[in-house]
């Protein structure tokens, strides 16, 4: 019996092939397909065809491991029903799975064709009705928040619980869609009480809208400011072609440049030299036709006539200064 398992020797148990899986982590009432290649999965699951079309899907602790031992697997799986099975041109096999119930392993068979374990059904638990119409109202609110903020999740997945009237089944069917890791989805498989699945899941979607509404804002923010650099790109754009419309194109690039040179050489104290870029910037900007481009110009032409790098003998001697 795996340690993993919390399933007694007593508890009544039901013999199935195995089929270990490296990286995903099946519910109940989940349908997917899957691609075995491994020769010991692909005889699990032919035997399992030949014999009531039932096999145990347990997740690995390594994925890499092509024959996991018994302590490298899971103890808690789920029963699966096997709806089609087609095997490939490179010998692999897709098989097309649905989730029917969770299951513990009571014990390992040994066999070398393939993977065989017994298991035993796992109990999901009472509790008040009214107690739990209201956290299943809860948790379907709660999903509902966290599919708007998760672009990973189709819409349409809403539509599929408005049907769903068992807590359990509500509770699996959320966490198959939730964005976790395989770990964290094996936690909630673990969880056989009904009420305590509820409870987690509905903490980690709390959990994970706030992380969802962060990223949601760092996303607007950073839109806003690619927007913003866009919107200026294309005014400055547009300036250029009515620049050249206007026939001004060939003299004012030549002219800022000699500006831009003349503000560089002129010998500027750092304030001085800031405004003068400054009202290039602007002067780039404007049509070189308007009348402010013609005040801007001519300020930026002053401040560079400035004798910055000219500095006057001071006669400190007051007699020869009068003479």
Request: hydrophobic fraction near 40%.
């Amino acid at each position: 019996m795996s340690e993993d398992s919390p399933i007694e020797d007593i508890t009544p148990r039901t013999r199935y092939q195995m089929l270990p899986l490296r990286d995903v982590v099946v519910f109940p009432h989940m349908v997917l397909p899957l691609f075995v290649g491994r020769e010991k999965s692909i005889n699990a699951l032919e035997e399992a065809v030949q014999s009531g079309k039932q096999i145990f899907l347990a997740a690995q602790h390594d994925a890499a491991d092509d024959d996991p031992a018994p302590e490298n697997i899971f103890g808690i799986g789920t029963v699966a029903s096997i709806l089609q099975l087609l095997k490939l041109p490179d010998g692999t096999v897709k098989v097309l799975v649905e989730g029917v119930s969770r299951a513990g392993i009571v014990n390992y068979v040994e066999t070398e064709e393939s993977f065989v374990v017994d298991a035993a059904p796992i109990g999901e638990g009472d509790f008040d009705e009214r107690e739990g119409e209201v956290l299943m109202r809860t948790v379907t609110s709660e999903f509902e928040q966290y599919v708007k903020l998760n672009s990973k999740i189709p819409p349409e997945v809403l539509t599929s619980l408005s049907g769903i009237e068992d807590p359990g089944r509500l509770a699996d069917t959320i966490a198959a869609h939730l964005t976790l890791r395989n770990d964290e989805k094996q936690k909630i498989l673990e969880l056989g009480d009904v009420r305590e699945r509820l409870e987690h899941i509905l903490g980690i979607m709390e959990s994970e809208i706030d992380l969802l509404q962060v990223e949601k804002r760092l996303r607007g923010r950073v839109k806003k400011q690619m927007e913003k650099s866009q919107r200026e790109y294309y005014l400055n754009e547009q300036m250029k072609a009515i620049q050249k419309e206007l026939g001004d194109m060939d003299d004012a690039p030549n002219e800022m440049e000699e500006l831009q040179q003349k503000v560089e050489e002129a010998g500027m104290p750092k304030e001085a030299r800031e405004k003068a870029e400054s009202e290039l910037k602007k002067l780039r900007m404007m049509s070189p036709m308007s009348a402010e481009a013609t005040v801007v110009r001519n300020y930026v032409e002053w401040l560079v006539q400035v004798p910055w790098k000219k500095r006057s003998r001071v006669l400190k001697d007051l007699a020869k200064a009068e003479s």
